[in-house]
Nanobody, 114 residues
Framework: QVQLVESGGGLVQAGGSLRLSCAAS????????MGWYRQAPGKQREFVAGIIRGGVTNYAESVKGRFTISRENAKNTVYLQMNSLKPEDTANYYC????????WGQGTQVTVSA
């Protein structure tokens, strides 16, 4: 059974940092391209960052230079380091395989105050 469990969200002031984690089970994690997505209230879920098997990464324009995605295959975990957070980064953050074909987890809420 596939399970994705996100953690690390919280309330932070603008300019602050958070590190999100996503633990995966039920998949051969090391073979998967993984990504982070987010969904703000009233908006569609959007891509934030991705990392493929070779460690190559890509980012949405809105987070380039501020967010960093990484993975630790030995722990079946993908991370998202978020720096210089802005109020517009407020959303529920999810991880998934690229392009999001696995069952979605609950996500972790990130709230950035002005």
């Amino acid at each position: 059974q596939v399970q994705l469990v996100e953690s690390g969200g919280g309330l932070v002031q603008a300019g602050g940092s958070l590190r999100l984690s996503c633990a995966a089970s039920g998949i051969i994690f090391s073979t998967k391209a993984m990504g982070w997505y987010r969904q703000a209230p009233g908006k569609q879920r959007e891509f934030v960052a991705g990392i493929i098997r070779g460690g190559v990464t890509n980012y949405a324009e809105s987070v380039k230079g501020r967010f960093t995605i990484s993975r630790e295959n030995a722990k079946n975990t993908v991370y998202l380091q978020m720096n210089s957070l802005k109020p517009e980064d407020t959303a529920n953050y999810y991880c998934n395989e690229l392009p999001g074909k696995l069952p979605w987890g609950q996500g972790t809420q990130v709230t950035v105050s002005a």
